[in-house]
């Protein structure tokens, strides 16, 4: 692979607190450079360490290299190990940035195809103050300024020999490119690309990560049965009086099997008749709710919780108002439920096809699952 990766950790952290490094606090359950070093997967790693850390690193299974006084002479140390090696292109990341995504790995390695390096920023929308003893001295023109982020990116030959060239002190790599002539790019950086610095930063890094792995699925179902020989329907797990019943080879309950295939359809696991085959004289006459609670029980088993839930029933009669709410209940007490995250209601076809001219009942569900 031509491209690589410099993670420089050999920081302290002082403004961050706590008894270790910043990059070595935990951040959702692991180090901060566990997510670091998964941002780049696939990416060949050379991690820039302080001596003092080296047990800590050593299970992380990437190359180490021990850091200088200075951030700069830290990556002049890892590009050195890259010296020679093939690569042609390398990204200098911050240990402490854990949620760099790959759509900004993606672009800056683009860039590089068109100049010597390229690096991540924000354009500044904020009002800029100069101040002096807690007091506003004036302001700063806003126009043509920006947010640096890493990782920065340059082709390894140019970005090696500026290192080597730089008298030392640089903020960052894009300072020490500039100082060598070396064109440095733009490219759109990403607000969630946040550099741990405070201890409240975790908080709001927490909550990126939380929303990066939440997996929201949604599913849909549609039935229909027709109407045959009753004294009553059974819609949504309540027994509601008519003058005719539903013919199905279960219950026939139509609210139902529809809202349990929304919940397969989000699994991706097909529909009732997959798992409940008509052919199978086990499930003659069965109710309905032994095929819902299968399949909310497998979302379960699978991490996923039911968001909401909106079942609506196509029919002229029976009404379904005044039995709504009890159906809401029922439902929510079987998948284990609040009834807020169910919706049950009705409307009618306007007297037009098969439920217009009352031969059967049609049922819609969408069904939200979610796993965070």
């Not at 590089?112 to 690096?119: Q, V």
């Not at 506003?136 to 043509?144: E, I, L, M, P, Y």
């Not at 927490?206 to 792995?213: F, N, P």
Request: glycine letters at 12%; proline letters at 4%; one cysteine or more.
């Amino acid at each position: 692979m031509d491209t690589a990766v410099i993670i420089v950790a050999a920081g302290r952290g002082s403004r961050m607190g706590g008894d270790v490094p910043k990059q070595w606090q935990m951040l959702a359950g692991k180090p901060v450079l566990a997510h670091t070093l998964a941002a780049f997967g696939g990416i060949p790693v050379v991690l820039v360490i302080h001596p003092d850390d080296r047990e800590r690193a050593a299970g992380l299974g990437v190359p180490l290299v021990e850091g200088g006084a200075t951030r700069d002479a830290s990556v002049l140390a890892g590009l050195r190990v890259l010296e020679g090696t093939g690569v042609k292109r390398v990204l200098i990341h911050d240990g402490a940035r854990p949620l760099v995504s790959k759509a900004l790995i993606d672009r800056l390695v683009v860039a590089l195809e068109a100049h010597e390096g390229a690096a991540p920023a924000l354009a500044v929308s904020d009002a800029l103050w100069r101040g002096e003893a807690g007091l506003v001295a004036g302001t700063v023109d806003r126009s043509g300024l920006y947010r640096a982020q890493t990782p920065q990116a340059f082709r390894l030959e140019a970005i090696l020999a500026a290192h080597k060239a730089h008298p030392g002190g640089a903020l960052d790599d894009v300072e020490v490119a500039r100082a060598a002539g070396l064109d440095v790019a733009i490219v759109e950086g990403e607000e969630s690309n946040l550099k741990l610095t405070w201890p409240g930063d975790f908080a709001r890094a927490e909550a990126v990560l939380k929303g990066r792995d939440m997996d929201v699925r949604l599913g849909n179902g549609y039935d229909v049965h027709a109407f045959c020989e009753g004294d009553h329907v059974w819609l949504c797990g309540v027994q509601v009086p008519h003058g005719r019943g539903l013919l199905g080879h279960s219950d026939a309950d139509v609210g139902m099997h529809a809202l349990t295939d929304a919940i397969y359809g989000a699994l991706a696991e097909g529909d009732i008749g997959r798992h409940f085959p008509p052919s199978d004289p086990r499930w003659k006459g069965a109710a309905s709710h032994i095929f819902l609670s299968h399949a909310i029980g497998l979302a379960a088993a699978r991490g996923y919780r039911l968001a909401n839930c909106d079942v609506t029933l196509v029919c002229e009669r029976p009404k379904i108002g005044p039995h709504a709410a009890e159906m809401q209940r029922e439902l929510a007490r079987i998948m284990g439920v609040d009834e807020t995250r169910v919706s049950v209601k009705a409307t009618t076809s306007e007297r037009l096809g098969f439920t217009g001219r009352e031969e059967g009942i049609a049922a819609l569900a969408t069904a939200t699952l979610v796993r965070a």
